[in-house]
C-alpha cells in the first residue's frame, strides 16, 4: 500500500524498532554457536556432546549453548512486546532506550559471563536472570500504569 504524496505517516514504534537489531543479532550469535557445536560433535540432535557425557564433571558446551539461545528465546519476545505497547502508549523516549540497552546488556551477561563461565555459573548469570526479570516486570508494570485511565484510575 503507497501512501498519498505529501502525507507523512509516523513511524509507529521506532525505539522498539531499532532495537531489535541488536537484539536478533545477538540471537543470531547464539544459534550459530548451537549449529558450529552440533557440526564439530556430529551431534544433530539431543543436547549432549559424547565427550562430555564421559566426562560427567563439567557443563556440556552444546548444552549451554542451547540453554543459552533457549533462554533468550523464552525471555526477549515478551520484553520487546511489552516495550512496544509502553511506546505505543506514549512512554517516556529514555525509559524505553535506556530500559532496552539494559535489557541487551543483561542477556549478554547472562550469557558471556555467566553459563559460559567454567561451571555455568559466572556471576553474570544470577545478573543477567535478574535484571531480565526486572525490566519484564518493570516494563509490564510501566504499560498498566501508561492506560490507567482507561480503567477510571
Known amino acids: 500500500?503507497?501512501?498519498?504524496?505529501?502525507?507523512?505517516?509516523?513511524?509507529?514504534?521506532?525505539?522498539?524498532?531499532?532495537?531489535?537489531?541488536?537484539?536478533?543479532?545477538?540471537?543470531?550469535?547464539?544459534?550459530?554457536?548451537v549449529s558450529l557445536l552440533r557440526?564439530?560433535?556430529?551431534?544433530?540432535v539431543g543436547n549432549k556432546t559424547s565427550e562430555a557425557e564421559a566426562a560427567g564433571n563439567k557443563p556440556d558446551p552444546l548444552e549451554v549453548?542451547?540453554?543459552?539461545?533457549?533462554?533468550?528465546?523464552?525471555?526477549?519476545?515478551?520484553?520487546?512486546?511489552?516495550?512496544?505497547?509502553v511506546e505505543?502508549?506514549?512512554?517516556?523516549r529514555k525509559i524505553l532506550n535506556g530500559g532496552l540497552a539494559a535489557l541487551l546488556l543483561f542477556r549478554i551477561l547472562h550469557v558471556e559471563f555467566g553459563m559460559r563461565g567454567a561451571h555455568a555459573d559466572g556471576p553474570g548469570r544470577l545478573i543477567g536472570h535478574a535484571g531480565t526479570a526486572g525490566f519484564l516486570g518493570g516494563m509490564s508494570a510501566y504499560a498498566v500504569y501508561l492506560v490507567k485511565g482507561y480503567w477510571g484510575f
Open 1 to 33: 500500500m503507497s501512501t498519498p504524496v505529501g502525507i507523512t505517516v509516523p513511524k509507529m514504534l521506532p525505539i522498539t524498532g531499532t532495537w531489535t537489531l541488536p537484539l536478533t543479532a545477538y540471537l543470531y550469535l547464539l544459534s550459530v554457536r
Open 39 to 44: 557440526i564439530d560433535s556430529k551431534k544433530y
Open 65 to 85: 549453548a542451547i540453554r543459552s539461545h533457549a533462554n533468550f528465546v523464552e525471555n526477549v519476545p515478551m520484553a520487546l512486546l511489552a516495550a512496544a505497547i
Open 88 to 92: 505505543l502508549n506514549g512512554g517516556n
